[in-house]
């Protein structure tokens, strides 16, 4: 009987599985709707809220950004297409181990802000300094990093705003602000998450589209200071050409001397 049983459960489990369809998974607009992967699920209403994390690495392509996790959850179901929404993202946590040393203090905030296209987002920094520093400056500084971040974001789309926390920019902003209370060794934002969602423009180009542009505005502007350096130093050439023909054109009163 008990091998009966067993048998029994065994075919269960192999006719769930033949039920189940395989459902791509894609990235939002704001990451290029790239394929994120592939997740198995019997009915189309049990994936809608599913999560799911990649590494920007795998977004992007950017090798120095493996230690950023990026979630994402299933919105929406179009046939086999599951399409996601952004979340929230994560640092590994043997990143944030390798960041903290002896005779440092380390403070993490907690800080939600509103951006400007209505997503309501909840910002987790920390910071870490060169030396122990006393309660009194972690509170001003939580204090100063608190208004920094709720002007910054209010000013940005949660698209610009994501951009900046992989990017480090939002992290030097950060720094800059802080640095009038004590010299600060490190900011990271180490974690954030989407209360509430807001509505992203359709024609707001993508973050991989953002790094395009700004890798062909460098380039155009390298070009442009390798063009002017040419021309200045072409510029003295001419200008001792045009002095020896002058010098070369003596007149005829001179000629008789």
């Known amino acids: 009987m008990a091998v009966k049983k067993a048998k029994t459960a065994a075919r269960k489990v192999k006719d769930k599985w033949k039920a189940k369809e395989w459902y791509k998974l894609y990235a939002p607009r704001m990451f290029n709707q790239v394929e994120l992967g592939e997740t198995p ?11 799911t994390e990649v590494t920007v690495h795998e977004l992007t392509g950017d090798f120095s950004k493996m230690h950023i996790k990026i979630r994402f959850s299933v919105n929406d179901i179009r046939g086999l297409e599951a399409h996601t929404s952004f979340v929230g993202h994560e640092l590994t946590s ?13 403070t993490d905030h907690v800080v939600d802000v509103r951006t400007k296209d209505g997503f309501k987002v909840r910002i987790k920094p920390m910071s870490i300094t060169e030396q122990r520093i006393q309660a009194a400056q972690e509170t001003a500084i939580r204090n100063i990093m608190s208004s920094t971040l709720t002007d910054l974001a209010a000013n940005m789309t949660v698209s610009e705003l994501v951009k900046a926390i992989i990017t480090g920019d939002l992290s030097k902003d950060l720094s800059n602000a802080a640095k009038v209370i004590i010299p600060i060794k490190r900011i990271e934002v180490r974690r954030s998450e989407v209360l509430e969602a807001g509505t992203a423009a359709a024609d707001e180009p993508s973050i991989q589209e953002r790094f395009g542009q700004e890798a062909a505005a460098q380039q155009a502007a390298a070009e442009a200071e390798a063009a002017e350096a040419s021309a200045e130093e072409e510029s003295p050439a001419e200008e001792e050409v045009s002095e020896e023909s002058e010098e070369s054109e003596e007149t005829p009163e001179e000629s008789a001397e």
């Open 94 to 106: 043997d990143y944030v181990r390798r960041l903290t040393r002896r005779k440092r203090t380390k």
């Open 41 to 51: 699920s019997s009915d189309p209403a049990a994936l809608m809220g599913r999560i």
